[in-house]
């Protein structure tokens, strides 16, 4: 699929912790995205959290149940290349709870804070496509210039002049490129070196349905 922001179709099975919200208040696509931390928990961004919500009121910095009462349920994804054709891998897991960031600001000018964990219903077993993240074993400081990577089921711009845009069903993904904290201060008056990553998308941009997504930054 051609689009503008040159996002490629993802090698199946190829980012194994990657996985996509579906939530039953919103339809029957992933709207969001999230990366496996754990067999049991999803790292992935309290606006999207706020999207299943809607103008429902969630509470702040504590662990709520997200699986009782009469509130639809939240779905993650995990094992996915093609979302409509799922394969013996791809399998929806209940979100059972969630803790938000206790200072997370909901102002879309803002959006402070904006991380949340998700704890899912039962333990995913691991596979070939289903997979927790890496984490470094010590704090790591990526030089400018270094390359890392996002995936997703977003949507492309196919004309940017004309705003039309295509979701895709398979998994894409996208290069991105770091870069200093001064490149990116002028452009987001909000950004700060102590809460963000400056990174330079290299024409590959992130779009609906791409938030929560990790930044993948391969190791040596």
């Known amino acids: 699929e051609e689009a503008t922001q040159i996002k490629l179709i993802a090698t199946e099975h190829s980012w194994p912790w990657n996985v996509g919200l579906v ?47 009469t509130s639809n349920l939240l779905y993650a994804l995990v094992g996915a290349h093609d979302y409509k054709r799922l394969d013996d891998y791809g399998e929806f897991y209940p979100v059972q709870s969630a803790v938000i960031h206790p200072t997370f600001n ?6 402070g804070n904006d991380i949340a964990i998700l704890r899912l219903s039962s333990q995913i077993t691991p596979n070939a496509a289903v997979q927790p993240i890496c984490f470094p074993s010590s704090r790591v400081n990526l030089p400018r210039g270094s390359l890392c990577f996002f995936a997703g089921w977003g949507d492309m711009y196919t004309d940017w002049s004309q705003g039309m845009l295509v979701t895709p069903t398979k998994l894409h993904e996208g290069q991105v490129e770091m870069d200093f904290d001064e490149y990116c201060m002028p ?31 391969p190791s040596e």
């Open 23 to 69: 939530s039953e208040n919103i339809g029957s696509f992933p709207y969001c995205g999230g990366t496996l931390i754990s067999n049991t928990l999803i790292l992935t961004a309290a606006h999207c959290i706020q999207s299943h919500y809607g103008c429902r009121k969630f509470p702040l910095g504590f662990e709520f149940e997200m699986t009782g009462g």
């Open 106 to 111: 909901s102002d879309c000018n803002l959006l």
């Open 187 to 217: 452009i987001h008056p909000n950004y700060t070196s102590v809460r963000h990553s400056c990174i330079k998308t290299r024409g590959t941009n992130p779009c609906f349905g791409d938030s929560g997504g990790g930044i993948f930054c």
